[in-house]
């Protein structure tokens, strides 16, 4: 097969900038396109002779019409350069399969499902909310979303719109969000790394939710030294990392 067979080049519907470092956008949907909430598109540029690509969350639904995305960019980055100059109409490439398996139907039972992310880690925790198939499973959902400062976390409007949604808005009381800042503390959000605020049960006394290794299911995304910590934390208070052949209580995936 040929690189050229291997992606389709979509158009760019709308781009989205809440500051200098972070972004969302959308791109068109191949008709035969498919992914599973929680997987990865490879998005890319021509560059030069060549192809630049980079890995992407979908922050959509599996029903979506588009393709959204969430990128934070990073200084001096090589896709961060392509990604802010991004306007409407530019093209971008999508390769044809969608990949990953941080899916939350990959767990064999659990009650609670236990969404823990940092910056961009979230992109696919707002896709798999869309999915109603997750809300009929668990009988809670429980997000936090771990930022820098308050003006980074864009997504709370987005959260609470959920209790409309056509499809989950029936589900919506199941939601617990937790939203969490480390370099500003205005009093409002809990204020704490993920790691700690599970040792110090800080986080369970926001979720309201008591831990668990019968009932709860982690799932960790976000930067790789924020992924590692939480899992070794979650490890030491004796839960165990899921495998195909070995149930265990915790997946997890580093942001992109």
């Not at 060549?50 to 001096?76: H, K, M, N, P, Q």
């Not at 499973?137 to 429980?142: C, G, K, N, P």
């Amino acid at each position: 097969m040929s690189l050229q067979e291997k992606f389709t080049e979509e158009t760019v519907l709308w781009v989205k900038r809440h500051s200098p470092k972070l972004m969302t956008f959308a791109i068109t949907r191949p008709e035969s396109y498919r992914f599973a909430a929680g997987q990865f598109a490879r998005l890319g540029f021509r560059e030069g002779a060549g192809y630049i690509w980079r890995a992407y969350s979908f922050t959509s639904a599996e029903y979506a019409d588009t393709l959204e995305f969430f990128a934070v960019l990073i200084e001096d980055g090589a896709m961060s350069a392509n990604l802010a100059n991004l306007q409407a109409n530019d093209k971008i490439l999508l390769d044809k399969t969608a990949q990953g398996f941080f899916l939350p139907q990959r767990f064999p039972d659990g009650r609670d499902l236990i969404m823990l992310s940092t910056g961009s880690g979230i992109a696919p925790f707002l896709s798999i909310l869309q999915q109603p198939e997750i809300w009929q499973r668990f009988e809670t959902l429980a997000l936090a979303h771990c930022v820098s400062y308050n003006n980074d976390l864009i997504f709370n409007q987005q959260i609470s719109d959920l209790a409309e949604h056509p499809l989950i808005g029936e589900f919506a009381h199941k939601l617990r969000f937790v939203p969490m800042t480390t370099r500003e503390n205005d009093g409002d959000n809990l204020h704490f790394r993920l790691p700690e605020s599970i040792q110090n049960h800080a986080l369970e006394q926001a979720f309201n939710l008591q831990f668990t290794r019968e009932h709860s299911r982690f799932m960790i995304c976000g930067n790789p030294a924020m992924v590692q910590d939480t899992f070794q934390t979650l490890l030491n208070l004796g839960y165990a990392m899921h495998r195909n052949k070995v149930a265990g209580q915790i997946m997890m995936e580093n942001g992109f």
